[in-house]
């Protein structure tokens, strides 16, 4: 049987660890990943860095001048952590090395691959989005707590409009060109020009909606945002 291209996903990490690991997330999103794979379905899971890679740098930070590289190494550090717990729990499934660099040769036709960071300046969206290259892949769904882009921040303004489709060149001059560690965007700048780059499509969904995830997941109509 011809296996299926890979299906890429970020996953916040926020959502495998906030104030606590996020059992009740992992444990459905481990339920509903091994049944697509059953139905042979293959996934690239990006583990991010989320509310504790942000609380490691505010820490640093708040004790010595610390350089953006060294604030970048410290969420890498996160995202890999985040990515050994999701390879531990899918232990049956996943490729049994967490890919930490964008070149690491890939043995054999896993149907799970797990990844992390892999170096400063580059996000786990934008290690999402060179992956897909990878594996040619036109499409990566960023799967975390934004439920859709908006016009403008909605955590201060309550008249924000969700955006449910935009072009590439409307996106970026919403959110602009600077990366900085800890940025807070649906997809941070580098990732975005890296996208629009390679003419990559990328879905915005929050995945604690599984119902509408999984609609995402197959390619049907979901609620969220497509930039393309």
Partial sequence: MQKKPYIIIALGGSLIVKDDVRIDFLK??????????????????????GKITRRYQKAAAHIVRVPNEDLDWLGIHA???????????????????VVDDLKKPIHGRPNLLIAGGTRPGWSTDYVSVML??????????VAGTYDAVYDKDFEKYPNAKRLPHLD????????????????????????????????M???????????N???????????????D
Avoid: M
């Fill in 168 to 199: 590439w060149k409307s996106y970026r001059a919403l959110i602009g060109n600077h990366w900085k560690p800890g940025l807070r965007a649906p997809v941070d700048p580098i990732a975005a020009k890296a996208a629009q780059r390679h003419r």
């Fill in 28 to 49: 459905p999103f481990r339920a509903l990943i091994e049944k697509l794979i059953g139905q042979g379905h293959r996934f690239v899971i990006v583990a991010g860095g």
């Fill in 79 to 97: 995202t890999r952590l985040n990515a050994h717990l999701l390879r531990t729990i899918f232990w049956n499934r996943a490729y049994p090395v």
């Fill in 201 to 211: 499509r990328i879905d915005i969904v929050r995945a604690e909606d599984f119902t």
């Fill in 132 to 141: 897909a290259r990878r594996f040619g892949s036109k499409r990566v769904i």
């Fill in 213 to 227: 995830f999984k609609r995402c997941i197959g390619g049907r109509p979901f609620r969220g945002s497509i930039i």
